[in-house]
């Protein structure tokens, strides 16, 4: 089985907070223990991790991407969009979690966040639970 | 079964289209359902999924990456291919792509890449393909 | 079984070479062949891979990433560390590498590497491994 589900964004650049969807689908999967896989099938966005308990953390992210990458940079491709194709890459398509008893064994401080640098948008990530 | 293929750069800085080989691995090994794990065993090329339309996607992904970490940068590592190094880690070195009904479930636009940075050399990619 | 083992660092950056434990963790699971997954469960450090051999590499990649991404640059979270966060999303979280005959099938000049940002600190690494 690959769960798949929808995120909406809402700003052109903007991090999601994922993780409870991701935990619905582990859930649903039934299985116990083995590792999860949280895949973006986009171009444009990604998906990582880091801290959920301070919103700052998220805004300096997504700050200090746009000074490595900046949305304008003399680019070739017409869309306009490089530096999302290039922050995507930076970010990754795909995290991989493992599965504890039935949960995502996440540390403490750390949340899974979709990763949107081209919208906003109608998206999609699928998910995948392997047992073991 | 690990399954191995050669990639062949012909240029110091390259992304090379690997989908297809990619997809001949998964049919190979027989799989219909499980995730594909992609591994590059080096430590100045990588590996990393983005757009397989516009080929100006990946020339503006090389420039900007050159701009992030330039080739010279009064760097320590005798064999001047310090540069290499870090873009292969930003990139990754391996992907993983859930296997659905025989074939990658990537996204209409995604293709993986072979990222080359420091060719033109003979590579290597290793594929294995999970059950699940 | 999920493995756990702890790293203690001793600089506020440094990348520690966790290998031989990512390989001490696999020969402790009895699994002959799979993938492998190494995940770092914090949000200001992570793990990557890269050159084993020439020490000047890790000088560099740390240098060059400190210049990428700089730990002052009017951030806006007050703990002082957002550099550390933006550069463990940079390396990522988790590492996978195929197990083959009871061992990582990493390439000659690879290592596994916990990479420090906000030490030091004792830390935590998972390992996991999948049958296949």
Redesign the interface.
């Given at each position: 089985m690959?769960y798949e589900f929808e995120v909406t964004t809402r700003q052109n650049m903007e991090f999601v907070d994922i993780t409870h969807k991701a935990n619905e689908m582990v859930s649903k999967s039934g299985m116990e223990n083995?590792?999860c896989?949280i895949?973006?099938?986009?171009?444009t966005a990604a998906v990582?991790?880091?801290?959920n308990a301070?919103p700052?953390?998220v805004?300096?992210?997504l700050k200090?991407?746009n000074?490595?990458?900046p949305i304008e940079?003399q680019?070739?491709?017409?869309?306009g969009n490089?530096?999302a194709?290039?922050k995507?890459?930076?970010?990754?398509?795909?995290?991989?979690?493992?599965v504890?008893n039935g949960k995502l064994?996440?540390?403490?401080?750390?949340g899974i966040y979709f990763t949107e640098f081209d919208g906003p948008r109608r998206r999609?990530v699928?998910v995948?639970?392997?047992?073991?």
């Open positions: 690959v083995g590792v896989f895949f973006v099938p986009h171009t990582t991790i880091n801290e301070d700052d953390v805004f300096d992210m200090e991407l000074k490595i990458v940079d680019y070739r491709h017409m869309e490089s530096a194709h290039i995507a890459s930076l970010m990754g398509f795909s995290e991989q979690v493992i504890h064994k996440l540390g403490t401080w750390q999609k699928y995948k639970v392997l047992k073991g």
